[in-house]
């Protein structure tokens, strides 16, 4: 018997299946690819999700993929790529992410800043981390065909995507972090609900997506070099990601009405690239296709029975902020310790009742940014003038690059989006009446009103305070004379809830905190904080979902 069937390999599954991993949950991941993805996919990791990826040891491995440590981060737009430079938005290199990260203060008090890499490169490491795990089965090649929730388990039906008999196998749970076109989501007959087919003059309506090299790119373009690349005329809008730092990048150029339906050949994808950089180049296509940009969709349930929805299966974003793959890693993360916790049979059904509750908001929460990003962006209109060479032209730049600069900002500069995304209301967090700060997508202040991310410090030891937590539950005890914790500790060892001390007598973080004892969850939320532990039974067993919500 298997513990947790996961249909799919993406970063979403393959995250789900370290987190069960480690916790000994055994585990069947299926994908049909034969390994993970060869396109380059997302290309921004965010420090929340860095942050986790610390947590599971691996965020230095991951740092050091995609671009070299000194390549620039840089967000700039063009008319062409070899024209006019119109903005650019400067972000720290990986070096300079390692190198200045404890001096950061406000918005980006962080454990880690965020990185500009490949999905294609995480999805690597993410693999060999899952793989390394011995109560974790990886099948490439394989897909999930069919399942039936019996009410105690679950019987999928998974067989080789080359054909083949399927094999029928039993589990506890199934999980489906199976991609936007979700398999599992259909058969379960949940809808999406929001907004879809949205046109814009960008990031609304059919897009062409070239994976390729070009060698002289580098020496034919007059400006610095950048990570992101977005052009502006009214020719064509496009976007293209620095893959590699040497000659890979991954081109996106949207589509006209008349060329959507169509098919495209490597030919057409080097017409294209050529309008963007305004001279022909030698390109190598290495792969080429078409996405459709303009959704903001949610799954009406994220559940039903034993089967859950996560991923892209669950959500569907339109990529102006870099948010799906990020919002798909969190939903592993917060899905994760609850499955075990219940496999393992300290956790119940408040706990598994909690994914959708606390998930769902977040999922709205985000693809409406995301929206907003691509409204902002997408229906800035390109006028013929941006590309003139007289007082018009330079007066149209001149307004764009205004323009282009502060959407620049609003967009890749979103500590606010991707650490304060908070469970308030969820039914396994203990509020304490205090109003969180403000949500803005642009300012982060942290705050350890129960919910949300703990604030971050670094410790006199050098250490990250994240690095000092328990590996599943942690009870902060701040300042130099806290109340007792053994309330806390009995009622953990009561309830099998492995929770571990925290003691750290600097009183600036009881003050950060605002209470000298702070209860944070496996996936490094605070579930409670306060001043007495009289109510420790109560707390930890509504936290870790032994009881139902009292409201
Ligand atoms: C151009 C572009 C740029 C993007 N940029 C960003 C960005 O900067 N930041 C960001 O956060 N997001 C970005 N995204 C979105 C991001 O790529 C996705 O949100 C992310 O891949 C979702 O991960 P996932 O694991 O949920 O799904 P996927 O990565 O789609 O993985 C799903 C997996 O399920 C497998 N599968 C399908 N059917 C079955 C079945 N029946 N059985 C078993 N397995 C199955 C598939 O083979 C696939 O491997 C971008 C997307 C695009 C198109």
């Not at 992410?97 to 001096?103: T, Y």
């Not at 990886?138 to 080789?160: K, M, S, T």
Request: aromatic letters at 8%; proline letters at 6%; hydrophobic letters at 45%.
């Amino acid at each position: 018997m298997i513990d947790v069937v996961i249909a799919g390999g993406g970063p979403c599954g393959l995250t789900l299946a370290i987190e069960l991993g480690r916790r000994g949950v055994r585990v069947l991941l299926v994908d049909p690819k034969p390994g993970t993805a060869f396109n380059p996919q997302a290309n921004a990791t965010q420090a929340r999700t860095m942050e986790h990826f610390r947590r599971l040891g691996f965020a230095h491995e991951i740092r050091a993929q995609g671009l070299p440590a000194d390549h620039p981060t840089d967000i700039a737009y063009f008319t062409r790529f070899a024209r006019h430079e119109l903005a650019r938005l400067r972000l720290p290199t990986a070096a300079e992410a390692v190198r200045d990260i404890r001096a950061r203060t406000g918005s980006w008090a962080v454990a880690e800043l965020p990185h500009r890499v490949a999905q294609k490169f995480v999805e690597q490491t993410l693999l060999r981390h899952a793989q390394a795990l011995p109560s974790n089965t990886i099948r490439h090649g394989w897909l999930l065909d069919d399942f039936v929730d019996r009410g105690d388990h679950v019987e999928a039906a998974v067989r080789p995507a080359a054909g083949g008999a399927p094999e029928t196998v039993r589990s506890r749970f199934l999980v489906g972090a199976d991609g936007a076109r979700s398999f599992v989501r259909h058969r379960l007959g949940i809808a999406w609900e929001g907004e879809t087919g949205v046109r814009r003059d960008f990031m609304g309506g059919r897009m062409l997506a070239v994976y390729l090299r070009a060698p002289t790119l580098g020496a034919t373009m007059p400006h610095p070099r950048a990570w992101m690349h977005v052009t502006v005329n009214a020719e064509r809008r496009t976007f293209m990601c620095a893959v590699d730092g040497r000659d890979e990048f991954a081109f996106h150029a949207a589509l006209g009405d008349a060329e959507a339906g169509r098919e495209w050949s490597a030919d057409d994808a080097r017409r294209v690239f050529a309008q963007a950089v305004g001279v022909e180049l030698p390109i190598e296509v290495l792969s080429l296709g078409t996405w459709l940009a303009g959704h903001s969709l949610v799954a009406r349930r994220f559940r039903a029975g034993n089967v859950f929805l996560a991923g892209d299966a669950a959500h569907l974003f339109t990529p102006t902020g870099g948010l799906g793959y990020n919002t798909a890693v969190e939903d592993a993360i917060n899905l994760a310790w609850k499955l075990a916790a219940v496999v393992a049979g300290t956790g119940a059904e408040p706990l598994l009742a909690s994914y959708e509750a606390e998930r769902q908001p977040l999922a709205e929460r985000n693809t409406a940014h995301a929206r907003r990003f691509a409204d902002s962006i997408g229906r800035f209109r390109a006028s013929p003038a941006l590309e003139r060479d007289d007082d018009d032209g330079r007066a149209a730049r001149a307004a764009a690059s205004a323009y282009l600069l502060e959407h620049a900002k609003r967009e890749f500069d979103i500590p606010g989006i991707t650490l304060g995304g908070r469970y308030d209301g969820s039914p396994i967090v203990v509020a304490d009446g205090i109003a969180p700060p403000p949500d803005e997508a642009n300012r982060y202040v942290p705050s350890a009103v129960p919910g949300g991310r703990p604030p971050h410090a670094w410790l006199d030891d050098g250490r990250s305070l994240f690095d000092s937590f328990h590996r599943e539950w942690t009870l902060l005890a701040l300042g130099r004379t806290p109340p007792s914790t053994a309330p806390f500790e009995n009622a953990a060892a009561r309830l099998g809830v492995d929770l571990g001390v925290v003691r750290h007598a600097d009183v600036a973080l009881a003050a950060l905190y605002e209470a000298p004892l702070a209860l944070i969850r496996p996936d490094q939320i605070v579930a409670w904080r306060g001043g007495s532990s009289d109510d420790a039974g109560a707390v930890l067993a509504r936290a870790s979902g032994h009881a139902a919500s009292r409201g």
